[in-house]
């Protein structure tokens, strides 16, 4: 008999966060039978209710304990937590499917945008990552046109929204905004800057090359989900006063000219992607329209005047839904799909050879 997500038991670490409440609303959803689910967070939320679906849920303490009897483990937390719980969790029988950064770029581990390289999932050890918020909707738009015409460029430049860094980012927001307008000085604790009103050329901590680590991540996902380590990348990530979705205008030069039909069509034929481009009626994608919707959008398809191998588009995406929650989802049913949910064993030899 074939598995189905509804017959499986699921943790959900970070369940009080940003990540976990859009986790919770996609999956009512998006299955009619939900899986059981446990709902993790700090011992700060313990004993908090959610109810998901028909399910009454009261929030544990995400603990080295809490994954006997787990099938698959969404973990929505830090790093520092993740590297923590994870290997507790695959110890404990469970696949983790891990949002943050701890593992994407570890060998043993598949970082996933279904669409894309859904079949990476096959060689996974006990836990697969999904990409940084940026990179998913990136690799969406590329992929269709790197099949057809190899991407030798990519520059992009984002528009990053607060709660790409988190629920707390979103209420700060809105502090400040209210503080600036009644001539306060803003509070800075979450987002560490003034973001209401303002814009902030850097996400993550600045790297020795002058890059921040938020634009390193996008280069190296990029390339590892493409399977394309020789596509030469450069971003500049900015955060924009906007609660929700993340745009990016970006420049892609491949090996040959593409028209912008053809890219626009190749875009369509992509399961999850919405091209959304007539200038003429003033249509491209923007956050407040894109906001709870599942699909990348991509709008202001064109030929750059720069190069003549080369587009220039603008990709907008929900970073909660595609960018986080969804991805993950769409993930664990790869893995039931494919019959994938059990680690590799190939692989595990492999990794457990190199140490
Ligand atoms: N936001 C996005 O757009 C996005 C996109 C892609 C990936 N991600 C990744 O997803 C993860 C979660 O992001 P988020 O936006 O949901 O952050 P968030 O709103 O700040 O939520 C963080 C969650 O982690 C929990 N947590 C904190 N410390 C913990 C601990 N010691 N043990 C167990 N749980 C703990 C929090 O629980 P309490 O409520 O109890 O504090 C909360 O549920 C991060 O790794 C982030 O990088 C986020």
Redesign the pocket.
Known sequence: MTTSLKDLSIAV????????AEFFRIAEERYSQLPKIKA???S??VGKRLTVGSQELVVEE?TEDSFAGVDIAFI????E??RRLAPAAVAAGAVVID???AFRMRDDVPLVVPEVNGADVEWHSGILS?P??STTPLVMAAHPLHQVNPIVRIMASTYQSA??????PMVELREQAQDVLDGKPARTEAIGQQLAFNVIPRIDRFGDDGYTFEEQKMRQETQKIMHAPQIRFSATCVRVPVYITHCAAVNIEFERPMSTDEARQLMNDLPGLTVMDDPSQDSYPMPWDVTGKDDVFVGRIRQDSSHPNGLVMWIAAD??RK??ALNSLQIAEELVARNCLKPNQTQQVKSVARG
Do not use: K, P
């Open positions: 670490v970070g369940a009080t966060g940003a990540v976990g993790l967070a700090s700060r939320s995400a929505g937390v830090t790093s937590v993740s949002d943050g950064s999904i940084n918020c709660s790409g860094a988190g629920g707390a970073n909660l960018g986080a």
